[in-house]
């Protein structure tokens, strides 16, 4: 596609629920990103996919938090258990081959856990 | 571990004036530093990258500086317009991106 499209691009749920997130990366990217955006502060990294395989994880915060990317294209973020502080917008970016490079980014999801 | 800081947190200003924003960060071991632009309820767009080898990077009305040594990045627009109200972020990649907590620009006609 022309950018990065994530959907929903609103979700409401209740605490202790499971959602999904998903992220189309620009075609042809093979780094997909996944950040968290809190109200008033930057972007937070969570994960990051070179192809099908997470290259970097080390930013998401539990156990509750996992993501794929299967097939090195489409990415979809999973949050099990979800809790009230888990309320944020997460922004998913990409770029064409990795680190170093300009990402482009998505318009977000924001998520709202009640 | 990367500490990003952004100066100020939110800045006004009329129309036309020339402004900075700033930017600091705390381990100059980077790929590079860019600078992102997002309007309420949006994304980010990416303003401008710079290099770890470069020492500046020019778009338009925009130009952003960066001194590595000594952990500083600064966004320079001139002739502010109020299409220029948003937030602006800075962020640093070594390996993974750290985003500073940006700075709230308002330009008022």
């Known amino acids: 596609g022309a950018g990065v499209s994530q959907t929903p691009s609103n979700k409401v749920t209740e605490k202790g629920k499971y959602v999904e997130l998903r992220c189309d990366p620009i075609?042809?990217?093979?780094?997909l990103y996944w950040y968290r955006q809190s109200l008033g502060q930057g972007p937070e990294f969570l994960i990051y996919?070179?192809?099908?395989?997470?290259?970097?994880d080390s930013g998401l915060p539990n156990d509750r938090f996992f993501a794929v990317r299967p097939e090195g294209s489409v990415s979809t973020l999973k949050i099990q258990r979800t809790e009230r502080g888990d309320s944020a917008v997460y922004l998913c970016?990409?770029?064409?081959?990795?680190?170093?490079?300009?990402?482009?980014f998505g318009p977000g999801t924001r998520l709202l856990v009640l | 571990k990367q500490e990003v800081t952004q100066i100020p947190a939110a800045l006004s200003v009329p129309e036309g004036e020339n402004l900075v924003l700033n930017c600091s960060f705390t381990?100059?071991?980077?790929?590079?530093l860019q600078w992102f632009r997002q309007d309420p309820g949006k994304g980010l767009t990416s303003l401008l990258l710079?290099?770890?080898?470069?020492r500046e990077q020019t778009s338009g009305r925009l130009n952003a500086s960066l001194d590595k040594s000594s952990g500083r990045s600064t966004l320079y627009i001139a002739a502010s317009q109020p299409g220029d109200s948003a937030t602006y972020l800075c962020?640093?990649?070594?390996?993974?991106?750290?985003f500073g907590a940006g700075t709230r620009l308002t330009v008022k006609p």
């Open positions: 970016a990409s770029s064409f081959q990795g680190a170093g490079e300009t990402q482009y």
């Open positions: 075609s042809g990217h093979t780094a």
């Open positions: 710079i290099q770890s080898s470069q």
């Open positions: 381990d100059s071991a980077i790929y590079n």
């Open positions: 962020a640093v990649n070594n390996n993974d991106m750290r």
């Open positions: 996919f070179q192809g099908t395989g997470a290259a970097d």
